[in-house]
């Protein structure tokens, strides 16, 4: 994929950074880790690169240590924890191919070396399209998914200091193909998706309640089918598939619109093919201090 550098500022240009150095398209998973100063991301579609892993702390791409399990580059949710990168979701098993639901994968990146991660909550299966999201510093959420032909609304908790995992308060409509995102210490957003035809609701859970509340819908000329949600010093964004522009979410009455003054290089290709990820403002076209 071609990594660019996006300015959500309004004053800086867009500008192009080195090619991700998969042989093909997109990687599975991307995050950006403050400890390193950097861009992690793994795999890619052809099996070969399954498992290779790189950073991005300048101008150029790095090797880093290859991850130990091969992370599909359709279904492969990521956060940063205490420990490391978390990663999970399901296995590649051959070029642009996943596996079923009955094989996933978890591990976690220390920043040296990829470690085991948690066993998954139920059966101990990945539930495929979910999303994965940090509640706070000590507790991740596992949200919805897809088990066979059954959708779920499950949501679960995993206590980093326990490990363990609990399941909370249920989605209100079940959904895959959906994003998630962090609203620091008020809860998270579980946003559009699918459920057999698309989901335009949005969902905030409650962590004190342990509860779910529906909030305005996305606007229904978008296409909710796997977004990236990203949430920039507490503004909630969203890319959206075939959209060359951001949308944005009011804090004052959760309502969408386009934000101003901001467009991508092109049009977005939904999570299985482009991923997005938020770095420091003090990024340039040359990001590397």
């Not at 702390?57 to 399990?69: D, H, K, L, R, V």
């Not at 066993?119 to 399209?129: I, S, T």
């Not at 998706?193 to 342990?210: H, I, Q, R």
């Amino acid at each position: 994929m071609s990594s660019i550098l996006v300015s959500l500022d309004g004053t800086s240009e867009n500008c192009a950074l080195e090619d991700y150095p998969a042989a093909t398209s997109s990687a599975a998973a991307v995050t950006y880790s403050d400890q390193d100063g950097a861009v992690l991301a793994c795999g890619g579609a052809d099996l070969t690169d399954a498992d290779r892993c790189w950073s991005l702390a300048g101008s150029t791409w790095s090797a880093i240590p290859n991850s130990g399990q091969t992370h599909c580059r359709f279904d492969s949710p990521s956060v940063m924890v205490e420990v490391g990168w978390w990663v999970t979701g399901l296995q590649q098993t051959g070029n642009y191919s996943c596996t079923s639901y009955s094989s996933s994968t978890s591990e976690i990146f220390t920043g040296e070396e990829w470690i085991p991660g948690p066993a998954l909550p139920g059966d101990g299966n990945y539930p495929a399209w979910s999303c994965v999201v940090n509640l706070n510093t000590t507790h991740t959420m596992l949200v919805g998914g897809r088990q066979g032909s059954n959708y779920l609304n499950d949501a679960w908790l995993y206590d980093w200091r326990s490990q363990q995992w609990t399941r909370t308060g249920s989605l209100n409509q079940a959904r895959y193909y959906h994003g998630c995102v962090s609203l620091d210490d008020q809860g998270v957003l579980a946003i559009g998706g699918w459920d057999g035809s698309y989901v335009f609701t949005v969902e905030k859970y409650d962590p004190a309640l342990g509860t779910w509340s529906l909030q305005p819908n996305l606007p229904q000329n978008i296409d909710p089918y796997y977004p990236i949600i990203l949430n920039h010093n507490n503004q909630i964004l969203g890319l959206f598939y075939g959209e060359d522009q951001i949308y944005q979410r009011s804090e004052e009455n959760g309502e969408w619109s386009v934000l101003q003054g901001v467009q991508l290089p092109s049009s977005f290709d939904n999570y299985r093919h482009d991923k997005a990820v938020l770095v420091p403002g003090y990024w340039s076209c040359n990001p590397a201090q």
